[in-house]
């Protein structure tokens, strides 16, 4: 055969395959654009998890009428017009492929009314074809509605989830932009329902309004030559979800998730980082919402730090604080099922569970004890555990920290001997194993350390007397963060009496 170009409807075509994968991405593609046009109205209908219609109404800048065309071009973008402003982008766009790419896989259509111009311009587009271009009446701003999207690809079409599937990766999106752009007005209808009205708020407000459930919300912050981290962790929600954003664009990275999932375990987290451009590489894919980093340990670290800065000094603010104005007195009412004690304390009632608060006490105490002296060396029946030559090297190379970590080991033919540990068992084995398994292994000691303080802590079932009770109590509050065990689960749960008098209609 000889070679020959392309047509562009073809070209468009395998642009949208790398680009526009389900539903999902449109909607992306879509609110990205509206949110470069300034817009601060933003409403969203869905049918049938996007399969049968996405559209998106804005009251952005709109399109001037001659550049209609050119929005739907290939490489047409009035975001950037030289290569130098790729490193100093401010917009989300800049490639000038979404339009096109969606309009040759769907039934396209796009009404503009620019700002300052008396009428609006329609254009529909099926399947890459074009049809129409008109003058029509419209408010200022853009509409897009997709329509049956991958209809003229069937085999992409069968590739799609089901309607909830994709109505859940919708939903997804949305919430990524509505959490950040707390200011812009959001709605989303679904199947002729409305889902979510978002009027302008506080960022805090808004995430209220998006996760209506969240009572406890603790923000947290840490600024260093880094950059900067901050954000909240919504303790009413163990759905196990993170929202991650860097310089305002929501990302999704694997090392930062690691560090949020080990700190807030399944607790929803929302984490934002303003990091220097240079840091960060978005120019990547443009379906790749995974992002590089170009130095990960600090940015790690920043995070990490960012967590543990948790209770200080926000979230002191809802229970530490409260003691140091009551001066440290709270009722203790009981406990409940030998597991939880229960505190009445400035208008409202805790709930606090005994064994993540002993948890979370001897989870510090150890840490500090890592960090200074290295934990008790306690002799333990030794555990043997067989590895390769390989394994063992990379064991060897963690001597000292494993020795201030309280764990001592004996090389044998075949493994390892360990002969003094805080932990035993498959507990140990398990930790071990997990250390040969990276390239360049290194102790995961909060991990660690949760661990150990789990076994040696007041137990779920213990009964507990008054002094017994009070005395955790204290030691607890006086922790460097009150709010999480250390694999991330909330300690306590509050309800305000006043929520109770509304319940029984006492107001
Ligand atoms: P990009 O966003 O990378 O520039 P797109 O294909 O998404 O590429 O959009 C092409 C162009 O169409 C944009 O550069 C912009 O000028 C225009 N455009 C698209 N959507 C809107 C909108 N909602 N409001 C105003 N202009 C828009
Ligand atoms: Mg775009």
Redesign the pocket.
Known sequence: MRIKKLADEIINKIAAGEIIDRPASVLK??I???L??Q?DRIEIKIEKGGKKLIE?K?N????HPD?IM???DRH????ISSIDQLYALD??????????SIASVSKFSLI?RAKGFPLGKELYIEGGIFKHLTDTGALE??T?RVKDLFFNIPVRQKFLKSEKTELNHIIDVFLRYAIYHNNVFFSLDVDGKNIYTLLPADRQQRIKDLFPKAENILRFSQENQTGKAYGFLLLDYQTGKEFIYINGRPVRNSLIKKVLKSKAGKTISILFLELPPYMVDHNVHPAKIEVKLRKENPVLELVKEALENVSKPQINYSLNQKTAKYGGQFEIIGQIENTFIIVYFDGEIYFIDQHVASERINYELLLKKYRTTGLELKEIKPVKIPLDETQIEKIKNLRDKLKNAGIEFEITPDGIEITKSPLEGETLKNFILSLTETEYPDIEIEKFLGEVACEISIEAGEILNNEEAKNLLKIWLATNNPNLCPHGRPIYYKIPVETIKKKVGRV
């Open positions: 593609e879509l990205e654009n509206s470069d046009a817009a998106v804005d952005g800048t709109g399109i550049d050119f929005a739907v047409a973008t009035s975001k917009s989300y766009g800049f490639r000038g492929e979404a339009l096109a503009s701003g853009t897009v």
